[in-house]
């Protein structure tokens, strides 16, 4: 893959925790709380430091949304990752009704 290739991989893990916290709204606790609670994981650089990806600033700004009008984390944590799992099952179908 060329250096320009992650471009349009939401999965690359391009950000910074600083970075990713800034971009969502959040501070770096709180992505080490989703860390922490499993809900978001994180890839690692050489050096041991958080690498999120687009797609995981996306749950990650949901989760905080929900937290925002009161569900709690682990509820939080659960609707989201149906909404992911709905999302990617709604992909594979278009996929099939595509061809």
Do not use: C, K, N, W
Request: aromatic share 6%; net charge negative; hydrophobic share 35%.
């Amino acid at each position: 893959m060329t250096s320009t290739g992650h471009l349009d991989d939401e999965h690359y893990p391009a950000y910074t925790m600083g970075r990713a916290a800034e971009m969502i709204g959040a501070t770096p606790a709180f992505l080490r709380t989703l860390d922490e609670a499993r809900l978001i994981t994180p890839q690692r650089s050489g050096g041991g430091h958080r690498r999120y990806s687009r797609h995981q600033l996306r749950l990650a700004a949901r989760v905080r949304s929900l937290l925002d009008e009161g569900i709690a984390l682990e509820a939080a944590g659960r609707i989201v990752t149906l909404e992911d799992e709905l999302a990617d099952a709604r992909r594979i179908i278009a996929g099939y009704e595509g061809e």
